[in-house]
């Protein structure tokens, strides 16, 4: 039987990579051109169309994994249906496809979040776990969100008061989804803004997904939306387990964002 030999690395040098790597990270993304709240399949793709486009992007995510709402499916069924035009966005990553009937497409969940995981990350983008956005950062004359402030998911858990970082952004995305917490906190804090959030309404597939691809972008200067949160401040209908709308407003809003920041 072969014997594999193995690098011996003693317990304080584990300790000293980890944190010497971290903090030039960190270090990196405190001042970002973008910054998307939500590792769901808006955010994703938001990242990786923008970070594909050069901008230094990150995305903050709860949870210690990504993918959102894909990996429940419909009711935790391990397939969704992308109606075209978004499968070109899935081809382009080197998503499979099965073809149900002419422009409507089923596509594997675990796949879904794996490759789009990896296609924003193989382009440039950074996706932190364990990450809570808790409040924006804001700025007068003019008046704009200029970042957010962040905390361990952990450390809210445990009930801690301890205050966040701050990371500085030309543009911040609520990718939250139902809930749209950026702009839940946006409205709140700085009603100078001008936000107000109706919540969405019931299900209405066949409108929806249209509605919510051509409502995601810019919500006031610096905050942006994608994703079901659009639903949440547009007042529109929700549409259970079928992904192209989710696709195609976060490629939406990276156009959005790419085409502001460019002509600043």
Same mark, same amino acid.
């Given at each position: 039987?072969?014997?594999?030999?193995?690098?011996? $690395? +003693?317990?304080?040098?584990?300790?000293?990579?980890?944190?010497?790597?971290?903090?030039?990270?960190?270090?990196?993304?405190?001042?970002?051109?973008?910054?998307?709240?939500?590792?769901?399949?808006?955010?994703?793709?938001?990242?990786?169309?923008?970070?594909?486009?050069?901008?230094?992007?990150?995305?903050?995510?709860?949870?210690?994994?990504?993918?959102?709402?894909?990996?429940?499916?419909?009711?935790?069924?391990?397939?969704?249906?992308?109606?075209?035009?978004? +499968?070109? $966005?899935?081809?382009?990553?080197?998503?499979?496809?099965?073809?149900?009937?002419?422009?409507?497409?089923?596509?594997?969940?675990?796949?879904?979040?794996?490759?789009?995981?990896?296609?924003?990350? +193989?382009?440039?983008?950074?996706?932190?776990?364990?990450?809570?956005?808790?409040? $924006?950062?804001?700025?007068?004359?003019?008046?704009?969100?200029?970042?957010?402030?962040?905390?361990?998911?952990?450390?809210?858990?445990?009930?801690?008061? $301890?205050?966040?970082?701050?990371?500085?952004?030309?543009?911040?995305?609520?990718?939250?989804?139902?809930?749209?917490?950026?702009?839940?906190?946006?409205?709140?804090?700085?009603?100078?803004?001008?936000?107000?959030?109706?919540?969405?309404?019931?299900?209405?597939?066949?409108?929806?997904?249209?509605?919510?691809?051509?409502?995601?972008?810019?919500?006031?200067?610096?905050?942006?939306?994608?994703?079901?949160?659009?639903?949440?401040?547009?007042?529109?209908?929700?549409?259970?387990?079928?992904?192209?709308?989710?696709?195609?407003?976060?490629?939406?809003?990276?156009?959005?964002?790419?085409? +502001?920041?460019?002509?600043?």
């Amino acid at each position: 039987m072969q014997t594999i030999n193995i690098k011996q $690395v +003693d317990e304080i040098k584990i300790s000293k990579y980890i944190l010497k790597y971290t903090f030039e990270d960190w270090n990196n993304i405190i001042d970002s051109d973008v910054v998307i709240v939500g590792a769901g399949p808006s955010g994703m793709t938001a990242a990786y169309f923008l970070a594909k486009e050069g901008l230094k992007t990150v995305v903050f995510e709860r949870r210690l994994s990504f993918g959102g709402g894909i990996g429940g499916g419909a009711m935790n069924f391990h397939k969704i249906v992308i109606e075209s035009p978004a +499968d070109e $966005v899935l081809k382009e990553l080197n998503i499979k496809l099965q073809k149900a009937e002419e422009g409507i497409y089923i596509v594997d969940s675990a796949e879904f979040m794996a490759k789009l995981g990896a296609s924003a990350i +193989d382009a440039g983008a950074k996706i932190i776990h364990g990450i809570n956005v808790d409040d $924006v950062i804001f700025r007068e004359d003019p008046l704009r969100v200029a970042g957010v402030a962040v905390e361990w998911t952990s450390t809210q858990m445990s009930g801690l008061h $301890v205050d966040p970082l701050f990371i500085s952004a030309k543009a911040v995305v609520d990718a939250t989804g139902h809930d749209a917490e950026i702009l839940s906190v946006a409205s709140r804090k700085i009603p100078e803004l001008g936000i107000s959030i109706p919540g969405e309404k019931s299900a209405y597939s066949e409108i929806a997904e249209e509605l919510v691809v051509n409502n995601a972008g810019k919500v006031a200067p610096g905050l942006y939306t994608t994703g079901m949160a659009v639903c949440e401040i547009k007042a529109l209908p929700r549409m259970g387990p079928i992904f192209g709308a989710m696709v195609l407003s976060g490629k939406k809003v990276a156009e959005d964002i790419i085409n +502001d920041l460019h002509n600043s």
